[in-house]
């Protein structure tokens, strides 16, 4: 699946390239430049997190497995609180004391919960245009208001039972309730709060990135467990690497796709990137993010809350999960995809069609 994901942006990337070369005809090779200067953004924001990945889950270790068995939890569900490709399997599974929630967190709360925290919500503040960022905040709250849903969905496909189920998803649960009742009698000031909790993301992957050069330009180790900041640098280039070529893809979709796209547009409200960025969304979110500057507030709103659940869905997390737990795919697709619905279905219901787009 991975081989013939990076045969599909290469292809971008050849499209894009070649239509650059020739004055930008088909929109192609504006994408691919947007592509290539989305690189600094994405350099500011994600190596730091990166880099202090290992010493989270070594905090993370250490702080909640007493408060765990204080409260009568199961410490592999706060696996699931890192990104499921940046540690959050492997942390799950090694804190778990049932091996069913280790499976449970590593691969539905990570590639939910986890991935949204350390990294849509960093990659996405860094990328976003500020007019745009709190739409997507609402929409990414949106996302978890509605994952316990798709976490049950998840969680059934996987066949746990109820006690289980319950036990693994407890504090996601309790967190989107809580964001639930605030969204309902205080939306402006949960907006406000996510909205600096955001930006204290960001500011903890300053930290990171500051503490990886230092180490790696003078040597001297402030946090022991690091991971090397050009080890992250390497990732982040991939990642740019791979935006040559899906940014000119989704510009490529959009024109192939034009009439379920106009016809999901028409549906929804949304504008055609915004109607791209949900498909888009769910192979690879970088890409996802890079469109939230062509779309329209609704869509905004729409996508930031699909990506909470939808977020690489057959991309990264189907290859990560097809390695380490085959027997989870089904489980993932059902949960991620469940819980991607019900998040747009109440975007759509929460956002108001604008008026010239009203029959």
């Known amino acids: 699946m991975n081989e013939v994901l990076m045969a599909i942006m290469a292809f971008g990337a050849v499209c894009g390239g070649m239509d650059r070369i020739f004055g930008n005809r088909f929109g192609l090779g504006q994408r691919f430049e947007e592509g290539f200067m989305l690189l600094g953004p994405l350099a500011l924001s994600m190596p730091g997190i990166m880099c202090l990945t290992p010493a989270l889950a070594g905090g993370i270790r250490t702080v909640l497995v007493p408060v765990c068995t204080l409260l009568h939890l199961d410490p592999g569900t706060f696996g699931g609180l890192l990104a499921i490709d940046m540690g959050g399997y492997q942390l799950a599974a090694s804190l778990a004391v049932n091996p069913q929630i280790g499976r449970f967190a590593g691969i539905l709360i990570a590639a939910t919960f986890g991935c949204s ?4 919500i960093p990659v996405g503040i860094a990328l976003i245009p500020a007019e745009a960022k709190e739409d997507f905040i609402r929409g990414l709250l949106i996302g978890l208001i509605t994952l316990p849903a798709g976490l049950a969905a998840g969680g059934i496909a996987a066949g746990l039972s109820v006690p289980v189920l319950f036990q693994a998803a407890a504090p996601v649960i309790v967190f989107s309730l809580l964001l639930a009742i605030g969204m309902r009698r205080h939306p402006g000031k949960i907006i406000g709060v996510f909205g600096k909790a955001a930006r ?8 990171g990135l500051v503490l990886g050069a230092l180490e790696y330009l003078t040597g001297f180790v402030i946090l022991p467990g690091m991971m090397p900041l050009t080890d992250a640098m390497e990732i982040v280039v991939s990642i740019g690497v791979v935006m040559l070529g899906s940014l000119p893809f989704a510009e490529l979709l959009k024109h192939l796709l034009q009439k379920p796209l106009e016809l999901l547009r028409r549906k929804t409200g949304m504008n055609a990137d915004g109607a791209a960025g949900i498909m888009v969304g769910i192979v690879s979110v970088t890409p996802a993010l890079g469109l939230f500057s062509h779309m329209d507030s609704r869509s905004r709103v729409v996508n930031g809350a699909a990506l909470v659940a939808g977020a690489s869905m057959l991309g990264a997390h189907f290859g990560f999960t097809l390695a380490v737990e085959p027997s989870m795919v089904p489980a993932m697709f059902t949960g991620k995809f469940a819980g ?7 975007a759509l219901l929460m956002t108001g069609r604008p008026e010239t787009e009203k029959p």
């Open 340 to 346: 991607m619905v019900c998040a747009v279905l109440l």
């Open 200 to 207: 204290g993301i960001q500011a903890v992957s300053t930290i």
């Open 117 to 120: 925290v350390v990294f849509t």
